[in-house]
């Protein structure tokens, strides 16, 4: 199996910044996209940003050029910087992994347990 464990969110005020980042573990062969996704109280969960292993990246339009998502390969982490944050960036932030394990062909989806970002205005 494999675990996702986030870390970095917290509270900031508006115009702040954060960092979170996603450490995947377990019998990993390898990991394809990993992505944060965000769920606002009442809200659906949208995706925020994701990244291949060959390094293309998609963001959503509401945090094109504040945010920025990076991974490290060989640490199989993900990270999501946060900058000029708004008050409507609060929410709970998901990692997620398309992860293929070891002895296995078709990769599975993970979900790490989402870590709170509150931006006071």
């Known amino acids: 199996q494999v675990q996702l464990v986030e870390s970095g969110g917290g509270l900031v005020q508006a115009g702040g910044s954060l960092r979170l980042s996603c450490a995947a573990s377990g019998s990993i062969f390898n990991i394809n996209a990993m992505g944060w996704y965000r769920q606002a109280p009442g809200k659906q969960r949208e995706l925020v940003a994701d990244?291949?292993?060959?390094?293309?990246?998609n963001y959503a339009d509401s945090v094109k050029g504040r945010f920025t998502i990076f991974r490290d390969n060989a640490k199989n982490t993900v990270y999501l910087q946060m900058n000029s944050l708004k008050p409507e960036d609060t929410a709970v932030y998901y990692c997620?992994?398309?992860?293929?394990?070891?002895?296995?062909?078709?990769?599975?989806?993970?979900w790490g347990q989402g870590t709170q970002v509150t931006v006071s205005s």
């Open positions: 997620n992994a398309d992860v293929r394990l070891v002895g296995v062909w078709v990769p599975s989806d993970y």
């Open positions: 990244i291949t292993s060959g390094g293309r990246i």
